[in-house]
C-alpha cells in the first residue's frame, strides 16, 4: 500500500525518538515511510520532499528534528499537507527548548502542529486521528484504542483501592 504518512527527521540521531511514531502508525495498520531528510545539510532533499509529498499520495507528515529545528517549519512552508513538528531533544539541543520553540513559534500563516518534547507517538496518534476525519476503519482502530487507555486507568484505580487506599469515589 503507497505510504499515507510521511516520516521525516533531521538526521539519524533523531530516530530513537521519532521511530516512536512509527511504531503506532504500525500498530495501527497505517501506512508509512520514514527517511532522514535535513533542512541545513539537504536543502535541495528537503525542497523537492516537500514539493513532492502531496502528488506522491501522502495525506499528513511527521516531521522531527532538535537543536535550531527548522524542518517542519520549512516542510510546512512548501506543502498544503497538514504538518505535525516533532521538537527532539538531540545532542545539540541545550535542554529541549530550543528544538520547542524552533518548530512552535511558527509565524501566521505557516502552522506546524508541535506534540510535546520526544512525543512522537503523540504525532503518529495525531496523524491517524487526522487520517480518520475521511476513515471510518481508522476512526474505529482509534475508538478501540482510546477504550484501552480508558480501561487501563480504570484497572490503576481499582489496583491501588485493593492495596487499602481511601477511595470515596467508586
Ligand atoms: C538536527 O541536528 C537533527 O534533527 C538532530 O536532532 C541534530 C543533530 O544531528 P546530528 O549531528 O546527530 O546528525 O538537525
Redesign the pocket.
Known amino acids: 500500500m503507497n505510504p499515507l504518512v510521511g516520516i521525516i527527521?533531521?538526521?539519524d540521531?533523531?530516530l530513537d525518538i521519532m521511530k516512536d511514531a512509527a511504531t503506532i502508525l504500525k500498530q495501527f495498520n497505517i501506512p508509512f515511510e520514514l527517511t532522514v531528510v535535513?533542512a541545513?545539510r539537504t536543502p535541495d532533499r528537503m525542497m523537492e520532499y516537500g514539493r513532492k509529498a502531496k502528488e506522491r499520495g501522502l495525506k499528513v507528515i511527521i516531521a522531527g528534528?532538535?537543536?535550531a529545528?527548522h524542518l517542519p517549519g520549512m516542510i510546512a512552508s512548501l506543502t498544503t499537507l497538514p504538518v505535525i513538528g516533532v521538537p527532539?531533544k538531540?545532542?545539540?539541543s541545550i535542554d529541549g527548548w530550543d528544538s520547542v520553540l524552533s518548530i512552535l513559534q511558527m509565524p501566521n500563516g505557516i502552522p506546524v502542529a508541535t506534540v510535546a518534547l520526544n512525543a512522537a507517538k503523540n504525532a503518529g496518534i495525531l496523524a491517524a486521528e487526522i487520517l480518520g476525519t475521511q476513515d471510518e476503519a481508522i476512526s474505529k482502530t482509534l475508538s478501540g484504542y482510546k477504550k484501552s487507555l480508558s480501561n487501563s486507568v480504570l484497572e490503576k484505580a481499582e489496583k491501588i483501592k485493593k492495596e487499602g487506599w481511601e477511595n470515596r469515589f467508586d
Open positions: 527527521m533531521g538526521s540521531s533523531d535535513s541545513h528534528a532538535g537543536g529545528a527532539v538531540s545532542s545539540n
